[in-house]
């Protein structure tokens, strides 16, 4: 996936290392290659389970031993826009 700050290429788990190797080689030094935790499963919620959960993570990010947070959950695309504005 491509966009403004850069490209993602998902490869398994134990690949990473080789196609991290053959994308320096061919395009140069990348900015991270990092395993990155996805959900397989994703539970839907509502705006106003959002809103919360959205305040409640980033309160778990304000907090200095919490190292990342990590969830599965689905909001609207209105809720995304309106918490971005």
């Known amino acids: 996936m491509s966009s403004e700050s850069g490209h993602e290429i998902y490869a398994a788990q134990d690949s ?3 196609v991290a190797k053959a994308l ?3 395009f140069g030094e990348s ?3 990092a395993l990155v935790w996805k959900p397989q499963n994703t539970v839907p ?5 959002g809103e919360k959960l959205f305040k ?3 309160t ?17 695309d209105a ?3 309106k918490l971005s504005a």
């Not at 919620?45 to 389970?49: A, G, H, K, N, P």
């Not at 778990?60 to 609207?76: G, P």
């Open 31 to 33: 900015r991270k290659a």
């Open 24 to 26: 320096e080689a061919k």
């Open 79 to 81: 809720l995304m826009q």
């Open 56 to 58: 409640l993570i980033e």
């Open 16 to 18: 990473l290392r080789e």
């Open 60 to 76: 778990l990010n304000e907090h200095d031993d919490v190292q990342n947070v990590y969830a599965n959950f689905e909001v609207s």
């Open 45 to 49: 919620v509502s705006d106003e389970q």
